[in-house]
Nanobody, 122 residues
Framework: QVQLVESGGGLVQPGGSLRLSCAASGSIISVDAMGWYRQAPGKERELVALITSGGNTNYADSVKGRFTLSRDNAKNTVYLQMNSLKPEDTAVYYC????????????????WGQGTQDTVSS
């Protein structure tokens, strides 16, 4: 069984920084893309940032230049450094792992973390 364990986040003032971590655990052979989505109250879940196993990244326009996503392939872990945070960044942040292979005879699957609340407020 694969689990995504999230850590970091919390409450921060506007202009501040937070760092999220997400580690995929279990009998994992490989993971394709990992990253974060977020969902604010009354809104749909949206992509924040993704990174492939090769290091290619994709960011939402709203976070470009402020957020940085990095990855440790050996640990199946991603790190989201969030700087210059704004109140509109307030949301539940969900870790996502796609193309997860746990068996050579199985199909790749997608997994989600339980979510972590990040609040930007003075």
């Amino acid at each position: 069984q694969v689990q995504l364990v999230e850590s970091g986040g919390g409450l921060v003032q506007p202009g501040g920084s937070l760092r999220l971590s997400c580690a995929a655990s279990g009998s994992i052979i490989s993971v394709d893309a990992m990253g974060w989505y977020r969902q604010a109250p009354g809104k749909e879940r949206e992509l924040v940032a993704l990174i492939t196993s090769g290091g290619n990244t994709n960011y939402a326009d709203s976070v470009k230049g402020r957020f940085t996503l990095s990855r440790d392939n050996a640990k199946n872990t991603v790190y989201l450094q969030m700087n210059s945070l704004k109140p509109e960044d307030t949301a539940v942040y969900y870790c996502n792992a796609g193309g997860v292979v746990v068996s050579y005879s199985g199909r790749p699957r997608t997994y989600w973390g339980q979510g972590t609340q990040d609040t930007v407020s003075s």
